[in-house]
C-alpha cells in the first residue's frame, strides 16, 4: 500500500503559515468514505451500529463526522462519556465498556442512556448500587480464554487479557441479570488486536454466534445485540495490504446465516466498536526538520515530539515519513 500525503505542499505551506509545527491534519473524505464503506458492508444487518472507540481518537470533530453515518459512541471512562453527551449522543448512542470501574460512571452511564457492559460478574452488585436497578438492556463481556489463533499466523491469547467474564461466569451473570429484571442482553469480546486479515472478523464472529445460542437457549436470556468489539487493523508499513472491509462484512453475514439464522435469531444485531480502522489511515503529524546530528548514527532532529505521537515511543512501532520540503524541513509522519 502506497503512502501518499493527502495534502499537497502548496495547500501545507498555506496551513503552516498560519498554523505553525507541529500539528496533526485529517483526510475528512477519507474519513466520509471509509464510514460509508463500513456502513454498507454491513447493511446487511438491520440493526448494524458502530460504536467509535473514543479512546482512539478523542476529537469531538470528528466523531461528529461518523455522527452522520449512524455512527455511536463506544467509551471507557467519564470524560469519554461526558464528550459523548456533549456531541449529542442519545439514548442507545453509547457503549460503556469499562474495567475496574468506579461506581459513579456506572452511574452517569446509565442517566445519559448509555448502554453499560459488564467486564466483571461481581460489577453486577455495583450496578445495581450505583443505579438502584438493574438496567432492562445490559451486556457482558466475554474471555475464552487459551489461544486464539487465524490461519495467517496471528495470534492472540485471551487468557493472558483481564478483560472480560470466563465461559462458566457469563452463563451466571445472565441468569442473574435476568432474574434482577433484565430484558435485553448483548454480548461482547474483543480476542486479538490491529489484525491486518480479513479472517478475523469472521472467525471472532463464529465463537461469539455460537455462543449466544447457547446463552439463549440454556439461560432463556433474550440476545439483542453482539458486539464484535475492535481488531480489524490497518496497514502501517507500506509492504502490507490493507483489510477489505466489504469481504470482512460478507465474511461475518455468512457465519451469521450459517449459526444464528438456523437457531432463531435472525433479529441479532451487529455491533462493532473500531477504533484506529475509522481514524488511523485519515491522520498525520505535521513537523519540520529543525537540526542534523551525525555521530554513530544520523539522527534528524524535529520540533515534534512523543507528546504529538506517543506510539512510537511505547512500542518502538513504525510510521511512515514524507518529506514534503527539504528546504523548509517540512515533514509528514503518518498516524497509521
Known amino acids: 500500500m502506497k503512502k501518499k500525503p493527502f495534502v499537497t505542499l502548496e495547500k501545507l505551506r498555506e496551513i503552516e503559515a498560519k498554523y505553525p509545527t507541529p500539528f496533526h491534519l485529517y483526510d475528512e473524505k477519507g474519513i466520509r468514505e471509509n464510514a460509508k464503506a463500513l456502513k454498507e458492508a454491513f447493511s446487511w444487518n438491520k440493526g448494524f451500529k458502530e460504536f467509535f472507540a473514543v479512546k482512539a481518537t478523542p476529537n469531538p470533530y470528528l466523531i461528529q463526522i461518523l455522527q452522520e453515518y449512524g455512527c455511536g459512541c463506544d467509551c471507557s471512562s ?10 449529542g449522543c442519545k439514548q442507545g448512542d453509547i457503549m460503556f465498556s469499562s474495567n475496574d470501574t468506579p461506581e459513579e460512571e456506572f452511574r452517569y452511564a446509565d442517566e445519559i442512556g448509555g448502554i453499560i457492559n459488564l467486564d466483571d460478574i461481581t460489577h453486577i452488585e455495583s450496578v445495581e448500587r450505583a443505579v438502584g436497578r438493574i438496567p432492562k438492556t445490559i451486556s457482558c463481556r466475554y474471555n475464552p480464554g487459551g489461544i486464539f489463533k487465524i490461519s495467517n499466523d496471528i495470534m492472540d491469547n485471551p487468557g493472558d487479557s483481564k478483560y ?27 480476542l486479538a488486536s490491529n489484525t491486518v486479515t480479513n479472517e478475523y472478523y469472521p472467525m471472532l464472529a463464529k465463537e461469539m454466534f455460537e455462543l449466544a445460542v447457547r446463552l439463549q437457549k440454556e439461560t432463556g436470556a433474550k440476545i439483542s445485540f453482539i458486539n464484535l468489539s475492535g481488531g480489524i487493523g490497518i496497514p502501517y508499513s507500506p509492504d502490507q495490504t490493507p483489510n477489505d472491509i466489504g469481504v470482512i462484512g460478507e465474511g461475518v453475514r455468512k457465519v451469521y446465516e450459517e449459526v444464528l439464522v438456523p437457531a432463531g435469531m435472525g433479529d441479532v444485531a ?59 524541513g517540512l515533514v509528514i509522519i503518518f498516524m497509521m
Open 164 to 190: 472480560g467474564m470466563t465461559t462458566d461466569q457469563i452463563f451466571q451473570a445472565f441468569r442473574i441479570l435476568k432474574d434482577k429484571g433484565a430484558e435485553n442482553f448483548g454480548i461482547h469480546a474483543f
Open 270 to 328: 451487529i455491533y462493532t466498536e473500531l477504533g484506529r480502522f475509522m481514524m488511523g489511515p485519515y491522520g498525520c503529524l505535521v513537523t519540520k526538520a529543525i537540526h542534523e546530528k551525525h555521530t554513530h548514527k544520523e539522527y534528524i532532529g524535529v520540533d515534534a515530539c512523543a507528546v504529538n505521537l506517543m506510539r512510537p515511543a511505547m512500542y518502538g512501532a513504525y510510521h511512515h515519513i514524507t518529506v514534503m520540503e527539504r528546504k523548509t
Open 78 to 87: 467519564m470524560t469519554e462519556l461526558m464528550m459523548a453527551k456533549a456531541i
